[in-house]
């Protein structure tokens, strides 16, 4: 993954988004190729998909991070994974963690591998511990130690970090979270969708739009939560297929 600051750069650069590479995107939802990009192979789900084998997602999502209801032209993971790769059956099963934090996921997730036996976890993390102050480096250290035993279970994982959540006192807090997810990330090679990079990105994009209201932003910011299914399929099937 490249580095944030980079990242924060490329936001500013990258102004025409209409690449051929996101042409089946929707175009709200369309931003820097670097957000779509991942460190590491899904040597497992690649393996399925080469074979048109079924893959099991086992996907934790805390209550926080579920978005708006949910509408019939909703885009969801499910919909968007069938439409990109349509030979392969994806199941998707739902995990909603009781609240806390990363050392509650990480329990949670120990107790359902076994159940569930899935071939990738998607993980949003972060949120509880940025709601709950933990303490950066306990937050980090947790991280590393699931992240390990989950890959060491010949399983994939995919990382999701927290919303870019403006104007509230507390963001400092998800910055620092988002700052470790990105450290770990950088030094151990693990992929992770930038959904706070994602957020900050649509919000400025929408900012620098003439006319723009507060109304506006904060239907932005609601869209930017809805586009997450769309851009984590797309990331997770170029990994996949490259």
Known sequence: MIGRACLATAFFMLAALATPAQADMSIACRVPEALLAFD?????????????????????RPSQEQGPRRSIDTPTLE?????????????????????????????????????????LVIWQVGTGDALAATNPADFADTLEEAADWIEGRDVDLVLVDPPFVPDVPYEMRYHQIVQQIDAISLRDKMNVVNQYDV?????????????????????????????????????IVRAATR
């Open 199 to 235: 957020t900050r990105y649509l919000l400025n994009r929408a900012a620098r739009t003439p006319g723009t209201t507060l109304q506006s932003l904060s239907t932005q910011l609601a869209t930017s939560t809805t586009c997450m299914p769309e851009l984590m399929a797309e990331a």
């Open 40 to 60: 590491a192979e899904l040597k497992r789900v690649e393996d399925l998909v080469d074979r048109s084998q079924p893959v099991r997602i086992l996907r934790f």
């Open 79 to 119: 919909r968007e994974l069938a439409r990109r790769l349509p030979d392969v059956i994806f199941t998707i099963i739902e995990a909603r963690p009781q609240p806390g934090g990363a050392e509650s996921d990480f329990a949670q997730i120990r107790s359902l591998l076994d159940i569930v036996d899935p071939d």
